[in-house]
């Protein structure tokens, strides 16, 4: 294999994070394999249905967990949240409001509202100078 076909492949693991699922669930093939752009553009536009379940029903990687409960990823790691959930238990957790949840989704809602006051800060800094 030439560095350019190497260059246009990724591993199992990038294509799985670009794609937004776990990769332990995904298929066997898929795993195992390395995926190249073309088969990763192919498979965003028209997933296959192991894809569309995956992203539909879980288990989901952790950066679509914290998104999912409006939380970071080291919120869900204080509330005790280490391994992929599935959108069932996702939606339980949700039902339930457990207190960490509450406070972690309090945390990320204090954390943006500070990076929009900076950020209006610095514009008004820049527009006071121009």
Known sequence: MS?????QTMKPA????KLGVYLPATPAAF???AVSRAELIELQADP????????ANGPHPRPVVAEKFGVSIAGLAR???TEALTTEQIEEL???RPE???KERATQAEV??????LKNLKREKEAGQG
């Open 112 to 117: 943006r509202k500070e990076g929009a006051r």
């Open 14 to 17: 990038t294509a799985a994070k």
């Open 3 to 7: 560095s350019h076909q190497t260059a």
């Open 100 to 102: 960490w949840l509450e």
């Open 79 to 81: 509330g005790g949240v």
């Open 31 to 33: 795993q195992e394999g």
């Open 48 to 55: 296959p249905e192991w894809l569309r379940e995956l992203r």
């Open 94 to 96: 949700k039902r339930e």
